[in-house]
């Protein structure tokens, strides 16, 4: 069972940066996307941005110029720095790994992200 670890959420001021961890651990297959999701009061949840392991990014259009995700294969994270943020940025935000061409997805707890303006 593959377990995600979330971490580095908080309060910003608009403007500020925040980096966001996640660490995955147990039985995970090689070939994988990991990624940010993010979901906040009365919206669905949303692509923040993903990375496969030779690492193609892909990013929504609200955050491209602002964030960057990165990952370390050889210990299974992957992080995202968000610079700029703006009070929409303000929500849950979700780490997510799935295997390409298939239903296999796991999900982190979540971690809050509070920017205030």
């Not at 147990?26 to 993010?38: E, K, L, Q, T």
């Not at 602002?66 to 703006?86: C, E, G, P, W, Y």
């Amino acid at each position: 069972q593959v377990q995600l670890v979330e971490s580095g959420g908080g309060l910003v001021q608009a403007g500020g940066s925040l980096r966001l961890s996640c660490a995955a651990s147990g039985n995970i297959f090689s070939i994988n996307v990991m990624g940010w999701y993010r979901q906040a009061p009365g919206k669905q949840r949303e692509l923040v941005a993903d990375i496969t392991r030779a690492g193609s990014t892909n990013y929504a259009d609200s955050v491209k110029g602002r964030f960057t995700i990165s990952r370390d294969n050889a210990k299974n994270t992957v992080h995202l720095q968000m610079n700029s943020l703006k009070a929409e940025d303000t929500a849950v935000y979700y780490c997510n790994l799935k295997i390409p061409n298939s239903a296999y997805q796991r999900w982190g707890q979540g971690t809050q992200v509070t920017v205030s303006s």
